[in-house]
């Protein structure tokens, strides 16, 4: 890497055109100037400079290495400005969520990004442990999970909670709920179905359901794309468990029952980053939406 002190002394000599002005210029003596240059073209490996009387003319390889001092400084000055200068509407915005949610929040984020085209969000749609393994590797700046994160790695605070639905084709409309019903029935299973299963069981107030032993519920199905999950229910092929915001945002909900228990069901969301993480600004703007949206 050529010394940046020997450019600096380079660029203001070719702009002065004259060693004793360039050396009041720098504060510096006229051997020092001398002596830069020197030690310049030396790293560089050739004449930069052509003596002609009291002057000087730039050589060939003068002029390029002018050119590139000149690209150096004016990129060091953008990064210095881009440094002190941290815009909450402009920059990439990483983060990742269940699919469910991120058919909630994904529309608000986009028109989030049409008022202010300069900021750019990658949405990505993970399970829990996935989310986590990209926000301590870096990959994703923020993530929302449904439990607590290890505090010795993550920062997280809630930032609100999902309504979960046991939902069965519409046919079993004001039937009660019961071990029997849903074994005829069969599950719907996907890759979040057991951990759904076992939350909504356990919370949902129905003694006879919190006893059902997962393992044992037989499966009409499986499929792991969440636009796809709800098409076997509304045909009345078995019954699953997800958020609201799914069934909200899936065409045929009409075709769906949810079902009335005892008490209703609500995942914590909490909102997540690498401890050591400082972000910018622009998240900050991303975290009163995803505030607003999910509160």
Partial sequence: MLNPLWLNTFTTLVEVGHFTQTAEKLNMTQPGVSQHIK?????????????????????????????????????????IEKLSFDNPYSGQCTLSCSGSLALLIYPKLLSLQQQHPDLSIHLEAAPNQKILTEVQSGNIDLGIVTHI???????????????????????????????????????????????????????????????????????????NQLNQILLPVANGVGFTVLPESAVENFSQ???????????????????????????????????????????
């Fill in 39 to 79: 030690k310049l073209e030396s790293a560089c490996g050739y004449s930069l400079i052509r003596r002609e009387n009291k002057g000087f003319e730039l050589t060939e390889q003068g002029k390029m290495v002018y050119e590139y001092a000149l690209k150096s400084a004016k990129d060091e000055a953008s990064l």
């Fill in 149 to 223: 994160p290890n505090s010795s790695f993550y920062q997280s605070e809630i930032i609100g909670s999902e309504t979960l639905c046991l939902l069965l084709p519409k046919s079993y409309e004001n039937k009660q709920i019961t071990t029997e019903l849903l074994f005829n029935c069969g599950l719907v299973d996907h890759p979040d179905a057991m951990h759904y299963l076992s939350l909504y069981f356990d919370l949902c107030g129905e003694k006879e359901l919190a006893n059902i032993n997962l393992d044992e519920l037989p499966k009409s199905g499986y499929i």
């Fill in 253 to 295: 909900k009409e075709s769906l029952y949810i079902a009335q228990t005892a008490k209703k069901v609500e995942e914590t969301l909490y909102l997540v980053q690498k401890r050591t993480r400082n972000l910018p600004e622009r998240y900050q703007t991303i975290c009163t939406l995803l505030q607003r949206v999910l509160s």
